[in-house]
């Protein structure tokens, strides 16, 4: 891990009058830089060329000459050729000179890589640094050891296919979307070896999946991502914070499910097994006695952090919950930053961050309020790594 002396110098050397939120371009950005505006931020995004126009041209940011923002959310560009530049020492400087204050993001890490960003990047990092390698499935201390330690429920591990004897997700990368998954069910072991078969002759999945393979029972009910915050500068109120709650649209999933059974069999007869590639997000609310239970996870979760990855959790996490017949929340996984489906409450908030602060309030917005007030309080070292 990056000394922590070398990032508070980096931010010494900061004008914090002047701050800017930067953010690797793609996931949550755009979440990001409208709540930074929101709370009276500029922003900077660091974009890949080919893959940029989103951020650079379409919510690109105009302002008057008083700077009040007329369109947009994105003030500066940065152009890469590639987000891995991110780790030259030169680029670092110019964000540097100009005062970003780096959010991660799942794509910052996915693109640059989680040993580069904790070794290499060099500018403080809003939120927690060290806990950004427990997404990394199959690592040591994943995110499912936290689990384990905060004692949280999260679905039942299946060691061995030969122990398949009830509905169970394989969870595997897939072989040439290298960023997605080869996810699929199976509810035997000969369901097991027949599918898998399937999906290596497809070129969906690797011959050895299983060496990288999370085997787990699978929870038959709803999906809700919780948005969560947590505030280490929160002095009267409580310090933990559920913004909003979204689930996720999954191609080719969801239409797979939108046809009638009989046409569902055939297609996994021929061989057309669903993937569960995410390509948008809805918002939901909970029923609200499950509020509380939803509460005690995050107070739980937010604990175990701080006991084993000081400093802990700091700002947005997300929670990915499934919730069974009996109104159990399973932890599938767990980002331990701002959420890939917070797009869902931009600009307009969500019911409970709403509720909660009297105004729109996403997840972005709550992220740059938190750097505002560190801010003013004289208090950003708290927040950074
Ligand atoms: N145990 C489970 N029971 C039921 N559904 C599950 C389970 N685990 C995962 N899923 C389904 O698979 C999807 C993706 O799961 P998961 O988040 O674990 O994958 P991932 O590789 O972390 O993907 P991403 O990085 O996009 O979050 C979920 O949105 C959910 O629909
Ligand atoms: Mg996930």
Same mark, same amino acid.
């Given at each position: ?15 914090l ?14 979440? =990001? ?17 080919? *893959? ?17 923002? &007329?369109r ?17 020492? +030169? ?10 204050l ?24 809003v ?5 950004? *390698?427990?997404?990394?499935r199959?690592?040591? *201390? ?41 996810f699929?069910?199976a ?33 038959i009910?709803?999906?809700?991502n919780?948005?969560?915050f ?17 689930w ?8 797979y ?25 809805? +918002? ?9 239970k ?10 175990a ?15 990915q =919950?499934?919730?069974?017949?009996? &109104? ?25 961050g709403?509720?909660?602060?009297? =105004?729109?309030?996403? =997840?972005?917005? *709550? ?8 801010i ?5 070292e708290?927040?950074v790594?």
């Amino acid at each position: 891990m990056i000394d922590r002396e070398k990032v508070l110098a980096a931010l010494e050397g900061y004008d914090l009058s002047d701050a800017r939120i930067g953010m690797v371009a793609s996931h949550s950005a755009l979440d =990001t830089c409208d709540g930074a505006v929101s709370e009276g931020f500029r922003t900077l995004a660091v974009c890949q060329q080919g *893959r940029d126009r989103t951020f650079a041209n379409y919510f690109r940011s105009q302002r008057d000459a008083s700077g009040r923002l &007329l369109r947009g959310v994105v003030d500066e560009v940065e152009m890469v050729d590639r987000f891995s530049r991110l780790m030259e020492p +030169s680029l670092q400087s110019s964000l540097a000179e100009r005062n970003v204050l780096f959010v991660p993001n799942r794509s910052f890490v996915s693109y640059c890589g989680i040993d580069a960003v904790e070794e290499d990047f060099a500018l403080p990092i809003v939120g927690s640094r060290n806990m950004l *390698r427990s997404e990394e499935r199959g690592d040591e *201390r994943d995110y499912y050891w936290i689990l384990e330690k905060a004692g949280l429920p999260y679905p039942k591990k299946v060691e061995d296919p030969e122990d398949i004897d009830s509905l169970t997700i394989i969870k595997v990368h897939h072989k040439v979307k290298t960023l997605e998954r080869g996810f699929f069910t199976a509810s035997s072991p000969e369901q097991f070896h027949l599918k898998s078969k399937e999906l290596i002759a497809q070129g969906v999945i690797d011959e050895d999946f299983l060496e990288d393979a999370r085997m787990e029972q699978y929870i038959i009910g709803p999906v809700f991502n919780l948005d969560f915050f947590h505030s280490p500068l929160e002095e009267k109120g409580e310090r933990i914070e559920l913004l909003g709650v979204d689930w996720r649209f999954e191609s080719s999933l969801d239409g797979y499910v939108r046809l009638p059974a009989g046409q569902q069999a055939s297609l996994e007869e021929d061989g057309v097994l669903p993937e569960y590639t995410v390509c948008g997000h809805n +918002s939901a609310t909970l029923r609200e006695s499950l509020l509380e239970k939803a509460f005690e996870l995050a107070e739980l979760y937010v604990k175990a952090a701080e006991k084993h990855y000081a400093p802990g959790v700091l700002g947005p996490f997300c929670l990915q =919950t499934c919730v069974d017949k009996d &109104l159990n929340f399973y932890i599938y996984d767990v980002a331990p930053r701002i959420g890939g489906g917070t797009n869902v409450h931009m600009a307009v908030g969500h019911p409970y961050g709403n509720a909660l602060w009297r =105004t729109e309030m996403s =997840t972005g917005r *709550r992220l740059a309020m938190e750097v505002r007030r560190a801010i003013e309080q004289e208090r950003v070292e708290e927040i950074v790594t």
